[in-house]
C-alpha cells in the first residue's frame, strides 16, 4: 500500500553540524509534506511543510527539499544544536486531510 | 506549549475494560484528531472529527469509538481492551477541515495489564 518511510532509524551528529534526515513516500498523489519534531515524553511539534508546488522552502536553521521525481523529501538542519535532539518525523496529508506519517528517525547531537 | 490538552496523563488498566481519554482542541480550532504511537507501529492516524461530524477514519479499530462534543472537545472511547492497546494516544486540533498545521497534545499513555 501507499506509504511514507524514512530512510534511517538513527543519525548521530556533532553539535555544530549540519544535519540531514531524509524520508521517501510512495503516493505521487500527495500534494503536502510536514516535518515534525518529537522531543521525549512530548506531542510531535509542527516544524516546517513544504506543497508540491515548490521544492525548497527554507525556516529558521531548518529547509525542506522535495523531489517530486523520486518522491523524496529531507530536511536539513543547519548547525545543529542539543536542543535539536529528538525523533523526526516526516507526514504526508492523505485521504480526508489526515496526516500518514513515516516511522521516525532520532537524531542525537553530540558535543 | 500547544494549547491541545488531553487528561488523563497515565493510564494503567486490565484486559477487557473501557476507557475514555479525553481531548480539548485549541481555542478556535474545529478539527479534532485521534492518533496512536506505538513502538512497532509508529504514528497512526485513527479518526478526525470536524465541528462535530466525523470527517476521516483511519485504521481505528472497531472497539474504539469517538465523538465530538457542542464545545468541540472530544473523546476517544477505547472497550474490550487488549494488551496491544497499549500506547501513547495524541489529540491534535487544526482550525479548519485538513489544510491547515495540525497542534498535537502531550498524549495520554495507555498500559493495559
Known amino acids: 500500500g501507499e506509504s511514507v518511510g524514512l530512510h534511517l532509524p538513527t543519525l548521530s551528529v556533532q553539535e555544530g553540524d549540519n544535519s540531514i534526515i531524509n524520508c521517501a513516500y510512495s503516493?505521487?498523489?500527495?500534494?503536502?509534506f510536514i516535518w515534525y519534531k518529537q522531543e521525549s515524553g512530548k506531542g510531535p511539534q509542527f516544524i516546517i511543510d513544504?506543497?508540491?508546488?515548490?521544492d525548497k522552502r527554507q525556516g529558521q536553521r531548518v529547509t525542506v527539499l522535495l523531489n517530486k521525481t523520486v518522491k523524496h523529501l529531507s530536511l536539513q538542519i543547519a548547525a545543529t544544536q542539543p536542543g535539536d535532539s529528538a525523533v523526526y518525523f516526516c507526514?504526508?496529508?492523505?485521504?480526508?486531510?489526515?496526516?500518514?506519517f513515516g516511522k521516525g528517525t532520532s537524531l542525537l547531537v553530540t558535543p | 506549549d500547544s494549547g491541545v490538552t488531553q487528561t488523563p496523563k497515565h493510564l494503567i488498566t486490565a484486559t477487557g475494560q473501557r476507557v475514555t481519554l479525553r481531548c480539548s482542541p485549541r481555542?478556535?480550532?474545529?478539527?479534532v484528531y485521534w492518533y496512536q504511537q506505538s513502538l512497532d507501529q509508529g504514528l497512526q492516524f485513527l479518526i478526525q472529527?470536524?465541528?462535530?461530524?466525523?470527517?476521516a477514519k483511519g485504521n481505528i479499530l472497531e472497539r474504539f469509538s469517538a465523538q465530538q462534543f457542542p464545545d468541540l472537545h472530544s473523546e476517544l472511547n477505547l472497550s474490550s481492551l487488549e494488551l496491544g492497546d497499549s500506547a501513547l494516544y495524541f489529540c491534535?486540533?487544526?482550525?479548519?477541515?485538513?489544510?491547515?498545521?495540525?497542534?498535537f497534545g502531550p498524549g495520554t499513555r495507555l498500559t493495559v495489564t
Open positions: 513544504i506543497r508540491s508546488n515548490m
Open positions: 507526514a504526508e496529508k492523505g485521504p480526508g486531510y489526515a496526516l500518514n
Open positions: 491534535a486540533s487544526s482550525v479548519d477541515g485538513g489544510q491547515g498545521e495540525q497542534y
Open positions: 481555542s478556535g480550532d474545529l478539527s
Open positions: 503516493n505521487s498523489a500527495s500534494d503536502y
Open positions: 472529527y470536524y465541528n462535530g461530524e466525523e470527517r
